[in-house]
Nanobody
């Protein structure tokens, strides 16, 4: 059973940067497609970025393209989300998710494994 633990959230000013981490355990890390989602109060969970388990294919939501970068460190079993030029509208709980040997998908229901989330608050 794969377990995911996110960290790195916090409160920042607009324009600042944060790097979220998602530590995975219990599975063959390199065989999973990893994704980041976020959920703001009163809103549905929103796809942010995904990284395919091989060939390094990535996908980003238009709202974060050019500002956020998803990456992985197979030696550390960790997925990262580098967030630059943060905006107030990026405020949300951020979740990492994983699916074994998967295509890159944007629908939250596709992913079997989820972390508990980490809060990101961006103020103006």
């Amino acid at each position: 059973q794969v377990q995911l633990v996110e960290s790195g959230g916090g409160s920042v000013q607009a324009g600042d940067s944060l790097r979220l981490s998602c530590a995975a355990s219990g599975g063959t890390f390199s065989s999973y497609t990893w994704a980041w989602f976020r959920q703001a109060p009163g809103k549905e969970r929103e796809f942010i970025a995904a990284l395919k388990w091989y060939a390094g294919m990535t996908d980003y939501a238009d709202s974060v393209k050019g500002r956020f970068t998803i990456s992985r460190d197979n030696a550390k079993n960790t997925v990262y989300l580098q967030m630059n030029s943060l905006k107030v509208e990026d405020t949300a709980v951020y979740f990492c998710a994983g699916q074994y040997r998967s295509l890159v998908r944007r629908d939250a229901g596709w992913y079997n494994y989820w972390g508990q989330g980490t809060q990101v608050t961006v103020s103006s």
